[in-house]
C-alpha cells in the first residue's frame, strides 16, 4: 500500500506484442509487479505532475536487472495501472527508512548504508542507467 493505491503481485502467461516480450521462451509464466494509483486520490493531493512523471521517467529507462522495469501502462475511469517488474524485498526508499527506523530503535542518530553497501547500490544504479 501506498500513498495512492496498491501494489499487486500477480501472474501473467506468455504474451508478446510488437514491442514488448513479457516471458522469456523458456517462462510459462512470470511474477510482475501491478500498481494502481487511484485518479481521485492523486487530484485531492495535487500530485497529477509527480504520478505523470513517474511513468515517464520509468518509461525512459532502459530495461535492466539493476532497475525495477515498466512493461505496461494503462488506465480506466478511476485508476491508473503500471506493470512492473516484481521487486520482493522492497525498492531502496524502503530500505533507507527501514534503516531509520532501526537506528532510532536503538537510539542511533541517522540512518546509513555500510561502506559496502553504498558501494553495492551506487554500482547497481549505474547499471541501471547505463545505454
Not at 2 to 24: M, N
Not at 41 to 54: D, H, M, T, Y
Request: one cysteine or more; aromatic letters at 10%.
Amino acid at each position: 500500500v501506498g500513498a495512492f493505491g496498491r501494489v499487486w503481485a500477480t501472474t501473467i502467461e506468455k504474451y508478446q506484442s510488437e514491442s514488448h516480450t513479457y516471458l522469456d521462451k523458456e517462462d510459462d509464466q512470470m511474477v510482475y509487479a501491478l500498481k494502481e494509483m487511484n485518479k481521485p486520490i492523486i487530484l485531492a493531493q495535487g500530485a497529477v505532475e509527480i504520478a505523470n512523471n513517474e511513468v515517464k521517467l520509468m518509461q525512459m529507462l532502459p530495461k535492466s536487472k539493476f532497475i525495477v522495469n515498466l512493461w505496461h501502462a494503462f488506465q480506466s475511469q478511476n485508476s491508473a495501472f503500471l506493470l512492473m517488474d516484481y521487486a520482493p524485498c522492497g525498492d531502496l526508499l524502503f530500505h533507507m527508512k527501514n534503516l531509520k527506523k532501526k537506528n532510532q530503535e536503538n537510539n542511533i542518530k541517522g540512518g546509513t548504508f555500510t561502506e559496502e553497501q553504498a558501494k553495492f547500490i551506487i554500482v547497481c544504479i549505474f547499471e541501471g542507467l547505463r545505454v
